[in-house]
Every structure is written in structure tokens, then in C-alpha cells.
């Protein structure tokens, strides 16, 4: 079975600390992506990686993927209310798609 | 944006009998997906499809079918619904360009509970 390990499962902080979650497998993805998904509704798709050492940044958040392909991190700087839900990574072991795999998922709480 | 609509968005229904999921693009996307999402154990693929017709298993299929008789609708159905089955439904399209996979958009997905 394919894993695809996150963490961490929780993160509960105040508005302006900075937090990481990882996502880490043994696997090599030929891409990676991140979804941020809100209560009641599906994951939205944030960002996706294909390079090893890639780095995407989005406003305040900066997606790194592995050298080898096989992890990868999500930095948020000065965390915000707007911030809380829960951050899925998500693993391509294929070009088309058929075969992603998903990590359980970062839960963060940003309070004000 | 791919339009994805499910239908329904919330049912309960008792143990025993069938049921049917609706998902419906209007972006004639190939590739098609339903996944069940539960505390614990995050999104598990249930089916896929890759074209009218053409289907195949995911990780958690057993109880579960598919069709696929139009490109816009890719239909779930739970043969016998055990309670086991209460989850959160997603439908999934894939968005690719040459040689990859760009990401999944989903729908907002159906609530189902078995009783």
C-alpha cells in the first residue's frame, strides 16, 4: 500500500506565528499537489509541484517539493483566521492522474 | 473552473437498500472520480473512469458500483447500503496538460448516512 504520511494531523496557533506541515513518503511522485478544503465543502486545489526542489509561493504561503520527489512542506508566514481548515497533500504516481494518492490531512486553527 | 455539481447533497437512507449518487461536469473531462472521505482515513479512491463506458476499481470498492453512459455523468450506486458506508462522497475531475497532471477539481460532495 502507497502512503502518504502528513503532519502534523492537528495545529492549533495565533494569528502571526508561522507554522510547516509535511507531507513524506517513500515513494517518488511525478508530481505533487496541496489542497486546502473548508467544512461542508470539497478540497480546492491551492498549488501543484512537478520539479524535485521546486518552490511555489502563493501570498503567504511557500510549497516546497523534495529533491528526490518523494516529500513535501507547506510554510505558512503570519498566520491568519482566513487560514483555518484542512491542508491535504495529495501524490501522483502516474502522468495521468489515476493513481494519486492522498495524505489524512493538517487541521489548523488560527485564532485571533 | 470545471463545473461539477452532486446531487444529492445530503440523504439518509436505511441499511439494506440501494442508493445513487449523481455527479455531473460540463467541461467534457475524461477522466472521472468518486472518493469517500472519513476522520481517520482522509480521501480513499472508491471508482474511476477514464471514458463512456470505461471504468475501474479504486482502493475501496467492494459495495460500490459505477456507470458512465454519457461523459457528464458519472453515477455511484451502493448496492446494499450497510452502515459502514456513512461518509462523506466526492466527485472528482482531473485537469491535465502535456505529459501531467495539473490537479483534481472536486465537487462539493454528498453527505450520505446509513441508518
Known amino acids: 500500500t502507497q502512503l502518504l504520511e502528513q503532519s502534523p494531523q492537528f495545529l492549533s496557533i495565533q494569528e502571526g506565528e508561522n507554522l510547516t506541515v509535511y507531507c513524506n513518503s517513500s515513494?517518488?511522485?511525478?508530481?505533487l499537489q496541496w489542497y486546502r478544503q473548508e467544512p461542508g465543502e470539497g478540497p480546492v486545489l491551492l498549488v501543484t509541484v512537478v520539479t524535485g526542489g521546486e518552490v511555489k509561493k502563493l501570498k503567504r504561503l511557500t510549497f516546497q517539493f523534495g529533491d528526490a520527489r518523494k516529500d513535501s512542506s507547506l510554510h505558512i508566514t503570519a498566520a491568519q483566521p482566513g487560514d483555518t481548515g484542512l491542508y491535504l497533500c495529495a501524490g501522483d504516481l502516474t502522468q495521468a492522474g489515476t493513481a494519486l494518492i492522498f495524505g489524512k490531512g493538517t487541521t489548523l486553527s488560527v485564532s485571533s | 473552473d470545471a463545473g461539477i455539481t452532486q446531487s444529492p447533497r445530503h440523504k439518509v437512507t436505511e441499511t439494506g437498500t440501494p442508493v445513487t449518487l449523481r455527479c455531473h461536469q460540463t467541461?467534457?473531462?475524461?477522466?472521472m472520480y468518486w472518493y469517500r472521505q472519513d476522520p481517520g482515513h482522509g480521501l480513499r479512491l472508491i471508482h474511476y473512469s477514464y471514458g463512456v463506458k470505461d471504468t475501474d476499481k479504486g482502493e475501496v470498492s467492494d459495495g460500490y458500483s459505477v456507470s458512465r453512459s454519457k461523459t457528464e455523468d458519472f453515477l455511484l450506486t451502493l448496492e446494499s447500503a450497510t452502515s459502514s458506508q456513512t461518509s462523506v462522497y466526492f466527485c472528482?475531475?482531473?485537469?491535465?496538460?502535456?505529459?501531467?497532471?495539473?490537479?483534481?477539481?472536486f465537487g462539493s460532495g454528498t453527505r450520505l448516512t446509513v441508518v
Open positions: 467541461e467534457n473531462h475524461r477522466y
Open positions: 472528482a475531475i482531473s485537469v491535465t496538460g502535456t505529459k501531467r497532471l495539473y490537479g483534481y477539481t
Open positions: 515513494s517518488v511522485f511525478s508530481s
